[in-house]
């Protein structure tokens, strides 16, 4: 998954642009089945965006830039909201930051010398 823009004259060459800078962002999102592993809040200027993981079947409840971009990371099950700005760039660029500081369940549960199982959703015992 990577985010570029581009500017030109041509619509045609400014998504060549865009294509091409977006290739040179390109970064891996960890997953855990369909969703991500743990919640997150990320901003980008004024805009920020919370992530939370959700349950199989739920699908990608978020808008515009943030739908596009959970979508082309291979996340299907999240719930999303925009918070501050609405700039659908910087929003965009919000998501991108929010999904690159995920970090990997069983790296995270080596870490803590804890079993994934213990990590893996926690906000789920809780309520269950």
């Known amino acids: 998954m990577g985010v570029g823009i581009g500017k030109a004259r041509e619509v045609p060459d400014a998504i060549r642009k865009g294509v091409e800078r977006a290739k040179k962002?390109?970064?891996?999102?960890?997953?855990?089945?369909?969703?991500?592993?743990?919640?997150?809040?990320?901003?980008?200027?004024?805009?920020?965006?919370?992530?939370?993981?959700?349950?199989?079947?739920?699908?990608?409840?978020?808008?515009?830039?943030?739908?596009?971009?959970?979508?082309?990371?291979?996340?299907?099950?999240?719930?999303?909201?925009?918070?501050?700005?609405?700039?659908?760039?910087?929003?965009?660029?919000?998501?991108?930051?929010?999904?690159r500081s995920l970090k990997k369940i069983d790296v995270e549960a080596q870490k803590r010398g804890k079993t994934v199982k213990d990590l893996s959703a926690p906000w789920r015992k809780q309520n269950a």
């Open 25 to 99: 962002d390109m970064s891996k999102v960890p997953v855990v089945g369909t969703t991500i592993p743990h919640p997150v809040l990320a901003k980008h200027g004024a805009a920020q965006v919370m992530l939370k993981p959700a349950s199989p079947g739920t699908g990608v409840i978020a808008g515009g830039g943030v739908r596009a971009v959970l979508e082309v990371a291979g996340i299907k099950d999240v719930l999303t909201k925009s918070l501050g700005s609405s700039n659908a760039l910087n929003v965009v660029f919000a998501t991108v930051e929010g999904l």
